[in-house]
């Protein structure tokens, strides 16, 4: 995987995160105190995000540095999708678990 599409993938989850937590790019910027400018080109995978950044990105979007670079979520990350999960009824979450199990098949081939 080229450095290209390193910073494309990454650029990805963040902007999905963002959207996740219904923040706009100048929110985000904001919270960061960044420019909007610099979301938006990180967003887009044109420019590597700087480590003083990436500290004050992780913590703006309630993700690990680990999701932000390789999209592996760490123990916050599931917990959190656990803590939601649990506040489902029995039917739902037979769906969601369902849809968890084609994901790990597709990721499997």
Do not use: W
């Not at 420019?47 to 390789?70: F, G, H, M, Q, W």
């Not at 979520?73 to 999960?85: I, M, Q, S």
């Not at 506040?87 to 769906?95: T, V």
């Amino acid at each position: 995987m080229g450095n290209e599409e390193i910073l494309r993938s990454m650029g990805e989850r963040i902007s999905l995160r963002r959207r996740q937590l219904r923040l706009t790019q100048e929110e985000l910027a904001d919270r960061m105190d960044v420019s909007p400018q610099m979301i938006s080109y990180t967003e887009q995978g044109r420019k590597a995000i700087r480590p003083e950044n990436l500290i004050k990105l992780c913590a703006a979007l309630d993700v690990s540095a680990d999701y932000v670079l390789t999209g592996r979520a760490d123990g916050a990350e599931a917990g959190r999708l656990a803590e939601k999960l649990s506040r489902l009824p029995s039917e739902e979450l037979r769906l969601v678990e369902e849809i968890v199990d084609r994901c790990l098949a597709l990721a499997d081939r």
